[in-house]
Nanobody, 113 residues
């Protein structure tokens, strides 16, 4: 049974940082491309960042230079380091196994003073 569990969200002030984690089980984690998505209130879910099994990364233009995606295959864990956060980053962040329908339940990130 495939399971993705996100954590690390919360309330942060503008300019602050957060690190999200996603622990995967039920899959050979190292074999899969992984991604972070987000969905803000009233908006469609959007791709934030991807990382291949080999470690190559891609980012949405809106987060380039501020966010970093990484993975620890030994811990079956995906990370999203988010720096210089602003109000437009407020959303529920989801972990996804790329090209599948497997999603986590999400973790809320709220950027507000």
């Amino acid at each position: 049974q495939v399971q993705l569990v996100e954590s690390g969200g919360g309330l942060v002030q503008p300019g602050g940082s957060l690190r999200l984690s996603c622990v995967a089980s039920g899959i050979i984690f190292s074999a899969f491309e992984m991604a972070w998505y987000r969905q803000a209130p009233g908006k469609q879910r959007e791709l934030v960042a991807t990382i291949t099994s080999g470690g190559s990364t891609n980012f949405a233009d809106s987060v380039k230079g501020r966010f970093t995606i990484s993975r620890d295959n030994g811990r079956n864990t995906l990370y999203l380091q988010m720096n210089s956060l602003n109000a437009e980053d407020t959303a529920v962040y989801y972990c996804n196994i790329q090209h599948t329908t497997y999603w986590g339940r999400g973790t809320q990130v709220t950027v507000s003073s």
